[in-house]
């Protein structure tokens, strides 16, 4: 962050705090007078006001500025210390769509939403320009975002192209070679099944991590940056999906278990053909999953 972006994030806020021990309608000191009350020069102070007056906390113009209303803590600018990193911000934004919160064609406000995600809008925008190509949101014609929302037909072509992808990494993983260290990973992953198997009657929420561990291994052993980036946006949605629908979650979870292993043996067993044919089983049955998840909230 900038260092004159900083001091005025930083006057903002300490602004905030005086106003907080002001009254609604109750006048401002003068310009000169707060500068000096803040330590900073006129012109942070006047940029200050603007945006003060532009969230509707402040009124008036020249000395006669008052409190129109009390700031809160929506109100505060985050300092570079705690601004969330490119990763939290993916999942944040996933989270906000994927709960359905937000009708589709919604237009997206950069400034409200960089506050809201505790992110600089510069970060919003250049992470919505890399999600431009998942089909979530599109570019408005006059500038800014669009908001194209989760559809019944957008679950349907995710999970279509999420099958093209995976089968084409089973068919890679299964020729790797034998001192390839994706093995040694899979034998972990395995172990990790096999123990959330046997605690499934009281852990079984804690398969949706491990469903998302379990098809990271298998994809990451195509290296292609087009891939990576649908990859993240495939599995966070199928890792969303687990908490939208409660109904024989438990049974639900066990049988997913028990799909990941079949492909993991065959895997094991270096039977390409039977992995990729357990593969396609499962991916239909996480299609479906997710659809039926859908219709419970009466969007499919």
């Not at 995976?166 to 034998?187: C, K, T």
Request: proline fraction near 3%; charge should be positive; aromatic fraction near 8%.
């Amino acid at each position: 962050m900038a260092r004159t972006d900083t001091r005025f994030r930083q006057s903002h806020n300490a602004m905030l705090d005086m106003l907080s021990a002001m009254a609604v309608g109750d006048g401002l000191p003068s310009e000169v007078q707060l500068a000096a009350r803040l330590g900073v020069s006129r012109t942070v102070i006047r940029s200050v006001m603007q945006k003060l007056g532009s969230d509707g906390i402040i009124t008036g113009s020249g000395r006669d500025k008052r409190m129109l209303r009390r700031p809160n803590t929506k109100d505060r600018l985050p300092l570079r210390e705690d601004y969330i990193g490119r990763d939290e911000l993916e999942a944040r934004f996933l989270d906000w769509v994927l709960r359905f919160d937000v009708p589709a064609g919604t237009a997206l406000n950069i400034t409200q939403l960089a506050r809201q995600f505790m992110v600089p809008p510069h970060a919003l925008q250049e992470f919505l320009a890399s999600l431009g190509q998942s089909g979530l949101i599109e570019r408005r014609a006059r500038g800014g975002w669009r908001l194209l929302g989760f559809t019944a037909d957008y679950a349907v072509e995710l999970s279509e192209f999420r099958q093209v992808l995976e089968l084409n990494a089973i068919r890679v993983f299964a020729a790797l070679p034998d001192d390839h260290p994706a093995w040694a990973a899979l034998s972990a992953v395995r172990d990790e099944h096999l123990d959330l198997l046997h605690r499934i009657e009281r852990d079984f929420h804690d398969f949706s991590r491990l469903d998302g561990r379990f098809h990271a291994l298998v994809n990451s052993v195509v290296r292609n940056r087009f891939v990576a980036e649908f990859q993240k946006v495939i599995s966070l949605i199928f890792h969303y999906h687990y908490q939208w629908d409660k109904t024989m979650e438990r049974y639900r979870n066990e049988a997913a278990i028990r799909e990941h292993l079949t492909i993991i043996n065959a895997l094991q067993a270096r039977d390409g053909a039977e992995a990729e044919a357990r593969a396609r089983a499962h991916l239909a049955t996480s299609k479906e999953t997710l659809l039926s998840s859908m219709r419970g909230h009466h969007l499919a």
